[in-house]
């Protein structure tokens, strides 16, 4: 069963692959699809669905869709759905991770209240009239330095005290076990699994 990932970030491809262990999981880029709808909506749910349905159209064949974020309670929530608009350099040659991550540093300088969750709403987008939605969290603290070089996005400032690492000092196994995409993905493996002869 071939599936499109409505995506143009990388990371969250690998760790799709990895976590679904699926032989045919396509990313637009690679089919020469162009592929950049802009996110209108006002939750990562919303995101998500205009992901799944704008990459539908174009393909008419099933579709996964992820729209996710850090969302940093001393900050309000923020950046939440603006996750990856936040870490979005005004100059375009400086690394964005890096950008992102000590824009969020500065921010939270002076804040005692570090509570924060990854959240990743998953829809699996199978027609008009048929679609699944799997949204989990991730919860941690927003450390007060860099720390490991795995992952991506905020994960070396993402600190798991039960861990006692950042999601960066995780390997991939790990993070995967206990992401917010990594149990959304656990769940919507189930449900695919189950479709596997309708599809
Ligand atoms: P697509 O829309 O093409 O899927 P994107 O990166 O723009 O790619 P989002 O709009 O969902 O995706 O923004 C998600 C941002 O949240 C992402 O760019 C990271 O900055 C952050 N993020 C999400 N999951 C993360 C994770 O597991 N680890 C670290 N940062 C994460």
Redesign the pocket.
Known sequence: MKIYL????KH?YEEFVEILNHSSLLLPAQEGIAFNPE?TGNTFFE?AMI?ARSLYELVKTPVLA?????CVKALGGAPGIF??RY?TPPNSTENRADY?INKLLKEMEEKTERSAY?A?CIVLYISESRFFVFQETCKGEIAKEKSGNK?????PI?FIKELGKT?AELTAEEKNQI???GKALQKCSLILNNLANEL
């Open positions: 409505a995506t143009n970030n969250k996110e995101n992901k992820d729209d996710s974020g850090l996750s990856a870490s992102g990854f990743c992952g991506f996005g905020y994960d993402f999601m992401s917010h995409r």
